[in-house]
């Protein structure tokens, strides 16, 4: 079992995303994604300045991976499924907005994009962590993150890239304490720290001020950094 750390610049529900029962990791993060297997966790940490709150230093999600599957069963797996997971970005339900399944296989097997919180310039992202990691065991806490205990700080992450090696000495300690805390499992403790909104015409959907496209970007070429102590 290997804990997996990084900072989520803006938690928007999207990545990862809470809703539905399972919480997925499909976009952004690749080399976790490559790399999870069944029995890791996944735990992510406030950045220090989303609009103005500093949620640095606490957990925002941890999840343990429970499934892995490619993108291509992903999206076999929510089209007889999962249904919410598939975006509608005209939805008045902001969790169908935001759904995380968003590269369409069957109309196209090199993966079609949907309308959705991610653009073609994340494609590349995307596609490249291959999988999509679920989970059906796991605690969000988006707006209303925890604190990490002192003993656990080594696991925080601020900037790009991620942790897992230097989590080793601490990671059975981690999955006591977050399993032993009395949050609520499977469930949303809190909200998503900002709401990703979208600008819709009669000719196309578009990302207007998608934080989750923006971050990606960004992140993509540092993302195999790891901070070891």
């Not at 970005?89 to 991610?118: M, T, W």
């Amino acid at each position: 079992m290997r804990l997996f750390s990084y900072c989520i610049p803006t938690d928007d529900g999207a990545a990862p995303n809470p809703y539905f029962g399972i919480c997925t990791l499909t976009i952004c993060k690749p080399f976790i994604r490559r790399n999870a297997e069944v029995g890791d966790w996944i735990a992510g940490v406030g950045s220090k300045n989303v609009n103005g709150i500093d949620y640095s230093g606490r957990l925002v999600y941890a999840m343990r991976v429970t499934d892995v599957m490619s993108l291509e069963d992903y999206d076999s797996f929510c089209r007889d499924q999962l249904l919410g997971k598939i975006p509608d970005i005209r939805s008045k339900n902001y969790q169908k907005r935001v759904g995380d399944c968003i590269y369409d296989f069957e109309a196209n097997a090199d993966g079609k994009l949907r309308p959705s919180v991610h653009g073609l310039g994340n494609r590349k992202t995307d596609l490249g962590g291959k999988n999509t990691l679920l989970s059906t065991h796991f605690y969000y806490f988006g707006d209303q993150p925890i604190e990490i205990p002192q003993e656990l700080t080594g696991i925080i992450k601020q900037g790009q890239g991620h942790k897992s090696t230097s989590n080793e000495g601490v990671k059975l300690q981690f999955v006591e304490w977050i399993e032993n805390a009395g949050y609520r499992i499977n469930s949303l403790n809190g909200k998503p720290q900002v709401q990703v909104t979208f600008k819709q015409s009669q000719e196309s959907d578009s990302i207007e001020g998608s934080t989750c496209f923006k971050r990606c970007i960004e992140s993509e070429e540092d993302e195999t950094h790891e901070l070891i102590h």
